[in-house]
């Protein structure tokens, strides 16, 4: 019995299907069925029980497979020792990664990464829709907010400042907006995810004199101009002058850095958000990972410490 084959009875049980695992693990699932296959020959058992829509496990199967689980979770533990113990680092990272932040950001940064370290290997996944780990095999996720499935692995990386901003051209045809209630008469630029226009933006105000009281909020739905299902032509579109759009700090820290859009209504504060690492299971959190955290944790300080350095943000987004 190979080790290979059991791998593969494992991802199918956990997927509860053939073709999920086969998806998952790159390979046909002809190659797969035909593993699970070998593997009930071999122990002369069926460790699944099939219908034309179900598979779930038989009676054998869940008395067998959790202790092959824990036998190979030994057998891997053991070989991520030894590289642990000459510092290899090496294997393939299957990393999901928004549209906008993984071209312009965080893809450069693994390719340095990948250069430090030759044997790692990169298989991304680009994209502003919902991910499935299993469904798009993957290993990581660089995504905004804490993961919301307490069944997830998460690691913060930061803290990500939305900012409004347009850019001098759009601003020198169109006016600068002052207040909230300024930007029903500009152009909006929107991102919509699964057909829903996000097309309103909350903003909080203090006033001065009222340090210990609540913030005067507002909730404002400018005309919508344009609007797309990709973070990255939202941004393209402000720079090129279509109109005011909300964006992460670190998707737009490039073009803010550069003058090629500004900042507005600095004092109308825009609810903050996190970036963050997320895994579905431990056992994907690899030494390679774990550096790859590392590095994602000093390029984003990095960057932000820039912004805060050209009085863009406020230093407090450097506090964790």
């Known amino acids: 019995m190979q080790l290979e084959d059991l791998r593969v009875v494992l991802k199918v049980a956990e997927c509860r299907s053939i073709t999920a695992a086969a998806t998952h693990l ?20 069926e460790l699944f029980v099939r219908t034309t829509r179900h598979l779930r496990l038989s009676t054998a199967g869940e008395r067998y497979l959790p202790q092959c689980t824990a036998a190979l979770s030994m057998l891997d533990q053991a070989k991520q020792t030894i590289h642990n113990d000459l ?15 993984g071209r312009n950001i965080a893809i450069p940064w693994v390719d340095d990464f990948m250069e430090q370290y030759p044997q790692v290997t990169l298989r991304a996944h680009i994209s502003d829709s919902n991910i499935d780990f299993y469904r ?9 907010g804490a993961p919301a499935d307490s069944n ?16 001098p051209m759009y601003l020198e045809k169109h006016g600068t907006p002052k207040h909230p209630k300024d930007l029903l008469n500009h152009q909006g630029l929107f991102y919509q995810l699964q057909n829903i226009l996000n097309d309103t933006w909350h903003f909080s105000y203090k006033e001065s004199g009222n340090e210990s009281g609540a913030d005067k909020s507002y909730k404002i739905k400018p005309k919508a101009y344009c609007a797309a299902n990709d973070g990255d032509l939202v941004r393209r579109w ?30 109308y504060k825009i609810p903050q958000g996190e970036l963050w690492l997320i895994s579905p299971s431990r056992q994907s959190i690899t030494p390679t990972v774990r550096l790859l955290r590392d590095m994602f944790r000093e390029r984003t300080r990095a960057l932000l410490t820039q912004l805060v350095e050209q009085g863009l943000l406020e230093k407090s987004v450097l506090i964790d």
């Open 152 to 167: 997830l692995y998460g690691f913060k990386i930061c803290n990500v400042p939305r900012l409004l901003v347009a850019s």
């Open 136 to 144: 798009d095999a993957l290993d990581v996720a660089l995504r905004y």
């Open 87 to 101: 510092d290899i680092i090496s294997g393939e990272i299957r990393l999901a990664v928004s549209s906008d932040l």
């Open 26 to 45: 790159d390979m046909q699932m002809a190659t797969a069925s035909a593993a699970v296959k070998r593997v009930e020959a071999a122990l002369g058992v």
């Open 238 to 267: 402000c720079v090129a002058g279509k109109g005011v759009a909300i964006k992460s700090s670190l998707d737009i820290s490039r073009d803010l850095l550069a003058g090629r859009v500004v900042s507005l209504m600095p004092d």
